[in-house]
């Protein structure tokens, strides 16, 4: 049986609707509901044509990765019925249902059910085989006679199509009483064999999706178990259960969740999550240790512990790697991640960070800290031609009361934290406009923020700083400075 | 551990440390360093650390604080690092909320393999980083190889098992055209070195080609406390430096 849906929804838009794409140059049509059908249009058509015609028409942008997750969840969904799903490209399912229609009520009923469930204006076939169902489902009128299906049902490209319709072959029907040797020489091997799959003379399999297991591994006991050790020791024989089973997958786990319930009924919780992906139990296990360590209150065994459960609900691929030639330094490399995972445990991830630079114009903007297992190792962007940058940023930046010889010049002396400062060498300004492109109101004047002017500036002390004027003169009523960095 | 041999043969001959560099003694890897400033200085500080060690190659560095104790609220500048030749992205920063948590984290990092250097800072007392605290750092640097630094803001000097204690200040930079600061100028004063002479003060300028800090040019040792030559060369009886000892 095939189900092939389109996009549009049931019936209840009064205007007709119609998705968009842009195809070379133009906006062309890239999906249409029943009522711009309808009013004569079709996908394929460009969008000045389909305005020309029907003026009322809604158009939506075509968001193709959206229509394929949400064919995704079809899929899932329709595992209700039966095991055997399988995504027919581009926008169908193919569900085998044989030996599973009586569960439902026969295949209308089963049929009815499934289209209830996929919510969308669907078009639906039965078939012998797949590509049998398939074709009546997308070329078929109400019979479910494949002779009578025309020979756009073959899928040829247009050329194949053109010269069929001139040999005045109309049907598949037409196509099957010539001999097929005939038709391969005239129309291409790929007619013979889509011919022959349609009417079942040749296999059309499919390929369903199978779901994938989760990995998971519990130990219930006949007697709880009260002592931590002891229940560290359970989880150590789940975790290298878990680790055989994601072994044979090629996966390793990013996230591992433990459930310890109580013989009072009482659940209990553990949860960590790695930089990497790991299935080394020595290694989750030390993880799994320190994070109990940081627990407010530890585990409280009660009157014992029934069961433990282990699950991995988060995987990623993770092949076994050959021991490279310099094992040292991938070791050094593997001691690092696993050092930032237990840091991160033991502190939260958000206290164990890395510098990572960001595409913004201000100062502080142009650099963010992110988690270290989220980042990710780029070489840092510099800039030849620019006055240097201080080794440390003051966050926020320090506001400081100046003297300044000329309103627009560099500071002669300024007070930071009670001290008065004299300026002995200064150089600037170096001008940082406010990032208006980021500003609601930013292009329209004084909608942009302030602009700084930055000055690197030496006391008498021999200390470097990195100071800005906030605003221009004769733009704000009132100038501050601030200091914004030091420099070696 | 050196031997009482004099302080410039102590200096790894590696390729990061040519004789041209600076003439005071480089940060041996495999020791705990403790470094001595102000809290205005602190940027300094941190050049010198970060640039006179074996964090100037390549390696993972993970920099640990407890910003709770910082009265000047900072953060590393990409861009700053950049320019004194270290790749961020070597960079973990490690925040903490007490220091026994940070002496505790930069103990774990210095006993992984891989970590080239531990940078921790501290401000004010740092009551919990004693002479047991300190040794069990250097045991942990001394099994892995790892560089230990311990950055002391507006701290007294407290006896630990570190190899050299510095102190460092900010010095008056030589000014570029219109009256520009000059590249990063530094003070650098020995306070004490296990196993060698302690007590030296270097003045130290920023060589922006060379990407390290230079001895100050035209500029011998600073005045101040004396400069004591190597006992060695002394009792190697060359008349040269008997003369300039007397004198």
């Known amino acids: ?488 | 551990m050196t031997a009482n041999g004099p302080i410039s043969s102590a200096r790894p001959a590696g390729r990061h440390a040519p004789e041209a560099q600076a003439s005071c003694p480089a940060l041996e890897q495999g020791h705990l360093h403790e470094i001595h400033s102000q809290a205005e200085d602190r940027a300094a500080a941190l050049a010198f650390a970060l640039t006179q060690g074996p964090l100037a190659g390549a390696g993972a560095i993970f920099a640990l604080r407890t910003p709770r104790r910082q009265r000047l609220p900072t953060l590393f500048s990409g861009d700053g690092l950049a320019l004194l030749g270290i790749q961020p992205g070597r960079l973990t920063i490690v925040e903490t909320r007490t220091e026994v948590d940070m002496l505790r984290a930069g103990l774990e990092a210095a006993r992984c393999p891989g970590v080239v250097a531990v940078l921790m800072e501290s401000e004010g007392r740092f009551v919990d980083y004693d002479l047991t605290a300190s040794r069990r750092l250097v045991l942990a640097a001394e099994a892995s190889g790892a560089c230990i630094l311990l950055l002391r803001g507006d701290a007294e000097p407290r006896s630990s098992g570190a190899q050299t204690r510095w102190t460092i200040k900010s010095a008056p930079s030589v000014a570029l055209e219109a009256d520009a600061p000059g590249w990063p100028a530094i003070e650098a004063e020995l306070l004490r070195c296990r196993g060698g002479l302690a007590g030296g003060r270097w003045r130290l300028t920023w060589d922006n080609e060379g990407g390290c800090f230079r001895d100050a040019d035209g500029q011998a040792p600073l005045p101040g406390a004396v400069v004591p030559f190597s006992r060695l060369r002394t009792d190697a009886g060359d008349d040269g430096d008997e003369q300039r000892q007397v004198a």
């Not at chain 1, 990765?65 to 079809?74: I, K, P, T």
């Not at chain 1, 494949?146 to 069929?164: F, H, K, M, Q, T």
């Not at chain 1, 878990?242 to 997958?249: F, I, K, L, S």
């Open chain 1, 1 to 488: 049986m095939g189900t092939s849906s389109d996009r549009s929804l049931d019936g209840v838009a009064p205007e007709p609707l119609a998705l968009v794409a842009r195809v070379g140059s133009a906006l062309r049509l890239a999906a249409v509901d029943r009522q711009a059908v309808e009013q004569g249009l079709a996908a394929g058509m460009t969008l000045a044509d389909a305005r020309a015609r029907c003026p009322t028409l809604v158009t939506r942008p075509a968001d193709p990765v959206a229509d394929a997750q949400a064919l995704d969840h079809l899929l899932e969904a329709m595992r209700h019925f039966t095991p055997m799903v399988a995504l027919d490209a581009p926008n169908g399912l193919i569900l085998d249902i044989s030996g599973c229609s009586h569960l439902f009520g026969g295949p209308k009923a089963l049929a009815q059910q499934a289209r209830a469930i996929a919510g969308y204006a669907s078009r639906h076939a039965f078939g012998p085989n797949a590509m049998a169902a398939r074709a009546l489902a997308r070329h078929g009128g109400s019979g479910g006679d494949v002779a009578a299906l025309p020979v756009a049902a073959l899928e040829l490209d247009d050329g194949g199509l053109a010269a069929l319709r001139r040999a005045g072959l109309r049907s598949i029907g037409d196509l099957a009483q010539r001999p097929m040797g005939m038709i391969a020489a005239r129309f291409g091997e790929q007619a013979v064999t889509r011919l022959r799959q349609i009417l079942g003379e040749a296999p059309s399999p499919i390929a369903p999706r199978r779901p994938s297991a989760p990995i998971r591994a519990e130990a219930r006991f006949p007697e709880p178990i009260a002592r931590t050790e002891d229940v560290m020791d359970v989880i150590e024989d789940l975790l290298d259960q878990a680790a055989r089973q994601m072994e044979a997958r090629k996966l390793g786990g990013r996230r591992f969740v433990i459930r310890l319930l109580r013989s009072d009924g009482a659940r209990q919780g553990l949860a960590i999550e790695t930089g990497q992906p790991v299935r080394d139990p020595a290694a989750v296990l030390r993880l799994l240790r320190e994070r109990i360590d940081t627990m407010a209150d530890p585990l409280d065994p009660g009157f014992g512990f029934d069961a433990v459960l282990l699950a991995v609900p988060r995987v990623e691929p993770l092949a076994e790697r050959q021991q490279a030639m310099d094992g040292e330094a991938q070791a050094a490399e593997e001691g690092i991640v696993a050092l930032v995972d237990r840091l991160g445990i033991r502190l939260g991830p958000d206290n164990v960070r890395r510098l990572q630079p960001c595409d913004r114009h201000l100062p502080e903007g142009a650099q963010r800290l992110l988690p270290a297992t989220q980042s990710r190792q780029q070489l840092w962007p510099t800039e030849e031609d620019r006055p240097p940058r201080p080794l440390l940023l003051f966050d926020p930046p320090q506001p400081v009361a100046v003297i300044a010889g000329v309103p627009d010049g560099p500071p002669q002396r300024f007070r930071w934290r009670d001290r008065l400062h004299e300026v002995r060498l200064a150089e600037g300004p170096e001008r940082i406009a406010a990032e208006w492109w980021r500003r609601r109101a930013g292009h329209q004047p004084g909608g942009a923020g302030k602009t700084r002017d930055y000055y690197r500036i030496e006391d008498s002390d021999g200390r470097r700083y990195w100071m800005f004027r906030h605003g221009l003169f004769g733009e704000e009523t009132e100038i501050r400075w601030y200091l914004h960095g030091l420099f070696a």
